[in-house]
């Protein structure tokens, strides 16, 4: 790691130093860790009070930021920024040595099946593999273990991480992205109960993900039955997340953690999953929707719409039901005690010769 | 693909014609996709209503929506089968060329430990190792980067799909299919607290999983302590499932995507677990039990039962229970409205001299 | 399998013959599986019943149980010992010859890039890969498809299982033992909107993982954002477990199946989370903290705690309002009735002339 001047640092993110310009700078790290010597950054309002207890040498600030940041720690050097966590990445690429080149070739510890379409520039580690008339685009990285299956087709500047594998036929648009173990065009779960036997439905269709797509680790998604399973582009899908068969993803949607999508199931633009959110198989979701963490979601939802919990249900009537369920106990008393009163009522209603029995209404006017 | 007409699909599915059979058909789609020229199916009741709609120049029914079609599609030509969806897929393999050959052979780029017998007529991708005193049995395929290792045996006709690992000693019966990435024979997860660390339990157990089951992908299926994790003849198990060491799944079990079954449970026959379960460990799961998504199961279930909900109860009163929780805003304001009159009525009653407190009854009596 | 008497078994686990120490013994198995001609064990008082039912020919046995035991079966030979289990573990690996011999050396099949560090007495695997400036300590395993990308450090003595993936710059302990399908050091989940797609925020940080850890099959443990993700000495983890980017796991825990932590969470020392528990982005657990399965935690939570249910809260309260919710029904119906009570009373006050409604008091007073 190569020290520079707070000055430098400035001119390389194109920012403004507000205070001493001159202090070394040696590592760009984030508030929680850094040290003297370190750079440090401020994106958020929230966190901005943590410059307080940090003994970094300088940070990077947005503009609103700055008469904030002066207030909590008034001797720190600034760098005044459009972005500071863009720029913090800068710096820490630059401070850091930046990245290591990227190798490129086929290298002969891998396999490509004499049929496949391989294009330039493309990065094909040992133990790699590539099926029957696959193609790889320009630009694409197979790490060690990534297994491209026959008639597949992988597009521009995409990385199959390590251990990866696409079944035969899956397609990628350009740019996706697809983290360890993850496995895409696996047959869907689809069985009819013959004679007391499970008989598969043959999955003879593939799945087709979009431009810019990041898929996480050790996910599954399944090809479809008849059709394409899709993933609209730009859409972002964390680790161990399982999309089943005939799924249609739209664009840009956001699926967390361990979420699982049974079969046939489409959601709109903008779709936020929370961590493990269960949706049942043939659900449809609107554009915008947001679904909670663990919700499990069995009826198509309208888009906009924000729901939670298990059965799921809007948001503001689930917090509400959650604090109804919290104070349970508490309505259980209380329930106890009016049927104790009650039922001293009826007794006494009784010995005054009056029913509160209300079906007798009739017969108690007349007594009365 | 090859064009043909309605009359040779007729031949080919041995059905029979209702309308003109000398249209052209050059694919087999399903009914939400197909367009002119395209056969479709309607396996289902509740689909034929989706043919109003579908530009598809033909379609695959069963004798009893024959006549439902008819009033929907009148001029539509019909194919009429036993089975549409198996015609359905008959035809469109017919139509799309057929299935590729097999590939063949024990690939040079593979490892064959020396001890290893492998069977006839199988196919050992790139990449695939197998272990000492391994076997393989005639038909089976490892697809490239799976690994068989020591002492396992995997039965005929079997399928390891890219990167399944069987470690040592599993064995696998016949037609047994498993998806990529799945791992099968982990150590159990069990430990003993010994002094302030702790320490593992050997898992010298195996894995035993009989004819005709097919496992998903990037499912774990843990060896046994001291004796074998089981899985009966004819289970399905879908995507991202664990079973936990010393497991006994049944016979023609469905597990659907992300259940997690803990150590030392047992299923019985013809189970289904819908998506994300979780079962306790050491649970016995009678035949035919049936548990609904996301439920947890933390007891023993009688045969037959249907489950809901975590913790998991009999899917009627879970459903009664669910009902009741959305309602609980409207209780929770009746239950204030009734404290709020029987306030005012003990105050009344105080005023009359008469006390609502259930103790003082004999006193009250007496009063009266 | 050698067949030994009881005798040589009492001398081989230095343990205390009660009864026939000539009787033969053949194998070693646990008490629901064991026959004739078998030792087993009994571990805990739970299981001593068993011994009631169980043809096996002795029993290694407690201290305590002793007594209980010879209650049970009286006639049972027994071999009393500090330790049944681990007795049980040293004679069956006797009985069944003892562990095979471990391969040593580095498969001519195995990739290691030139800049690598191998230490002594490895075993690096057919298609296992070792990428540049990687460093493997001594008496470390890969199996077959393990990768270990640049800049990694392996501990000694560590194995890591077929399949497994480290990513660039993860740092392992020593005797750390990860199964198959494990990937550690996979880009964690960030992104910011920006004019209406997700832009990904470098993923520059690191893994830590210290010594003793075990990490069951197909994981994910992503990498920090600009730290390092952590997981501390002792802590083991199950199956398909998701640990979010710049998680700090404390020391000692055990985390069971399909748990996932969202980014940026703290745990104590001897935390458990049992299965499939969610814990929500930048939630802190203290030490010895327990939570139950499938729990949903979305706050801090102090040391010593116990909670269930999703939200979660402690386990007492938890267990008290699952009751609750299960008499539901019973508590509606019973609202029922003392509104209809309530209504008849209102009516009957309001013959009387006598208002019930809170508000006018006063004017009550007044008529009354």
Known sequence: ?????????????????????????????????????DITFIADDRVARALRACPASAALVGPHFRTRAQVIAPDL????????????????????????PRWVGIHPKAYIAATAKIGRNVAIHPFAYVGEYAEIGDGSTLFPGAVVQSHCVVGKDCVLHANVVLYDETSLGDRVEVHSGTVIGSDGFGYRLKEGRHVKIPQTGTVEIADDVEIGANCTIDRGTFEATTIGEGSKIDNLVMIGHNNQIGQHNMICG??????????GDYVVLAGQVGVKDHTEIGDKVIIGAQAGVHRNVPSGQQLLGSPAMPIREQRRIFQMIARLPEMHQQVRELVAAMERIKILAAQAGVSLAPMESNTLEETS
């Not at 050097?77 to 290591?100: C, I, M, N, Q, S």
């Not at 361990?258 to 959601?267: D, F, I, Y």
Request: hydrophobic share 40%; charged share 20%.
């Open 1 to 37: 790691m190569a020290s520079t001047t707070l000055e430098q640092i400035a001119s390389i993110v194109n920012g403004r130093i507000v205070g001493n310009g001159t202090v070394s700078i040696a590592d760009a790290r984030p508030v929680e860790i850094a040290g003297p010597g």
């Open 77 to 100: 050097p600034l760098v005044e920024v459009e972005d500071p966590l863009d720029a913090f990445v800068k710096v820490r690429t630059h401070l850091r040595g930046g990245e290591p």
């Open 258 to 267: 361990q979420v699982g999508l049974a079969g046939s199931c489409k959601t």
